[in-house]
């Protein structure tokens, strides 16, 4: 059997490289690259597509896991493997929430994109364990509790402590205290350097996807 496949990927070389592994592989059938989330709909309603390789920061700032979660929605038969590069730690939970069927790290994963999609393809779900390891300071991503990351996510919006306190249900000062403590496990003098880093690395993402 021949599976179509859309790929939905705003970066030249990765797009290029799956181009290629689909089209050097019998099994896969490429029908569509777009850099855009927002069109994959429209294919998907006016072609036959079994599997999307969705990228999740798309262009224009277009969430993938907002355009995979329509999809399945109205074609939950369509496979959608999420691809990306950032190592976020939200977007592996809710891709899971919203029915995504595997997940892929572009970078230093050991499993190859093909064997991803031949084993989505035949039901499985293939997802990491956990985010690539990020050097973050004198830390490290894989440090820092989903509490800190959170608060450090709500950081990156430019949020105050009360404000952020507020929105995960926390007292000013422990919000205070839990970016204390990120700066020195980190060695970061200032809050501003901390975020600037993590969002420069991927570690949080600034444009919040809900």
């Known amino acids: 059997m021949i599976y179509n496949v859309l790929i939905v990927e705003d970066q030249d070389m990765p797009r290029q490289l799956f181009e290629i592994y689909i089209n050097q592989n019998e099994h896969f059938h490429h029908i569509a690259s777009i850099p855009n989330a927002s069109g994959a709909l429209a294919i998907c309603q006016n072609q036959k ?28 038969c369509i496979k959608i493997i999420v691809v990306t590069s950032m190592p976020e730690y939200s977007w592996i939970e809710r891709a899971k929430k919203i029915g995504v069927d595997s997940f892929w790290y572009k970078d230093g994963q050991k499993e190859t994109i093909l064997n991803v999609m031949e084993s989505t393809m035949r039901g499985e779900n293939i997802y990491p364990l956990e985010t690539p390891l990020i ?19 709500e950081l990156s919006t430019g949020d105050s402590n009360a404000e952020i306190g507020k929105k995960l249900h926390l007292a000013t000062g422990t919000v205070k205290n839990y970016v204390q403590h990120m700066l020195e496990k980190t060695g970061f003098k200032t809050r501003t350097e901390l975020v600037s880093e993590a969002c420069r690395l991927g570690v949080v993402v600034k444009n919040k996807i809900i």
């Open 135 to 153: 050097p973050l300071g004198n830390s490290n991503n894989h440090e820092f509790s989903k509490k800190e990351l959170e608060i450090l996510r």
């Open 49 to 76: 597509v079994d599997l999307i390789l969705m990228d999740v920061m798309t262009e224009h700032n277009q969430s993938g896991l907002d355009a995979a979660k329509e999809i399945k929605k109205l074609f939950p």
